[in-house]
């Protein structure tokens, strides 16, 4: 018993003399020394706070400078500069008589691929044919496989419209919806021939030279139905002088 008490007085002796060695070869300093880098603590990503895996990302404060702002979105479009007149003439692609072949509710595809050639496209909801050339575009829906409606996009002029037509029976303004979301432009009806003149300018901007963006045909029909189809509020307007 005697020689184990005195192992262990031995021990405890050996273990404090270490102990202190160690406390003056390697004192410990209150603050680290100026050769460590200071280090920059990273907090997680947003997605890492909501459960989600994600990389850690530096905290960022922001400042005034870069105050965040909400974007609000519309399903509208507002008339902005009018695309330019395009430089093939596409009244001399799909010359106007052939268009106006086109009987809705009997015309087959056949018969208009024969007509204006295989499409350059066939989708869409509403299922049409998109025929092409030389930049100049055709686009006819269809329903089952006979022609219901068509538009000639980019087409002429305002001065070929009236050489063409004449006189509107009506001209609006549109006020944007689902069916036209274009907000402001001009329209003019020609209820009888079944056409319907797309601008994308306000009607008090028309001019003789200014391009068509959409030349719609169809069946003929009643103005006011199209009024409150495509949401266009009627408008007095003359033609320009010819």
Avoid at 145 to 167: K, S, W
Avoid at 188 to 210: H, K, N, R, S
Wanted: proline share 10%.
């Amino acid at each position: 018993m005697r020689r184990l008490l005195k192992w262990t007085v031995f021990a405890l002796i050996g273990i404090g003399s270490a102990a202190l060695w160690l406390a003056v070869e390697y004192p410990i300093h209150a603050n680290p020394p100026e050769s460590v880098p200071h280090q920059v603590t990273l907090a997680p990503s947003p997605t890492a706070r909501a459960g989600l895996p994600g990389r850690p990302t530096a905290t960022l404060t922001p400042t005034s400078a870069t105050a965040i702002s909400p974007v609000v979105t519309s399903p509208f479009v507002f008339l902005s500069t009018p695309s330019p007149t395009p430089a093939v003439d596409c009244t001399t692609i799909f010359p106007l008589g052939s268009v106006e072949s086109i009987e809705f509710g009997y015309t087959s595809v056949a018969q208009l691929e024969a007509a204006f050639g295989q499409p350059a496209y066939v989708g869409g909801r509403a299922p049409y044919y998109r025929f092409e050339s030389e930049g100049c575009s055709l686009r006819v829906t269809v329903g089952g496989q006979e022609a219901l409606e068509a538009d000639l996009l980019a087409y002429g002029t305002l001065e070929f419209v009236l050489d063409a037509y004449g006189d509107p029976a009506a001209v609006g303004v549109s006020q944007g919806n689902l069916t036209l979301l274009m907000i402001g432009q001009a329209v003019l009806f020609y209820p009888e021939q079944g056409v319907i003149a797309f601008f994308e300018v306000a009607p008090e901007d028309l001019a003789l030279d200014t391009p068509v963006s959409i030349l719609h045909f169809r069946p003929a029909y009643e103005v006011e139905k199209q009024l409150r189809r495509l949401n266009v509020r009627e408008v007095d307007w003359l033609p320009p002088l010819r």
